[in-house]
């Protein structure tokens, strides 16, 4: 059974920091992406950040200069820094692995984590 396990979410106040962590088990082959989903109420889901088997990465131009992921793609584990938050980042976050090509092609989704930027 694969699974992929968000953790790091919580309450913060605007200005605050969060790191939210992925790791997955029972994938048998590493994914080609990892990446950071949200979504907040009333909206749709949204990419976040992206990371890629080469180690090319890509950003929502809303999070750029704020938010880093990290991880090892090998290990299929992957992170969100997330650093001067602001209550427009306030969603559940989701963690995400695709892998296409060769023996196996998937898309996975993590239950998610809530992250809330409030006073």
């Known amino acids: 059974q694969v699974q992929l396990l968000e953790s790091g979410g919580g309450l913060v106040e605007p200005g605050g920091s969060l790191r939210l962590s992925c790791a997955s088990s029972g994938i048998r082959f590493s994914p080609n992406t990892m990446a950071w989903f949200r979504q907040a109420p009333g909206k749709q889901r949204e990419l976040v950040a992206d990371?890629?088997?080469?180690?090319?990465?890509n950003y929502a131009d809303s999070v750029k200069g704020r938010f880093t992921i990290s991880g090892d793609i090998a290990k299929k584990s992957v992170y969100l820094q997330m650093n001067s938050l602001k209550p427009d980042d306030t969603a559940v976050y989701y963690c995400y692995a695709k892998r296409r090509g060769g023996l196996s092609n998937y898309d996975y989704w993590g239950q998610g984590t809530r992250v809330t930027v409030s006073s």
């Open positions: 990371m890629s088997a080469d180690g090319s990465t």
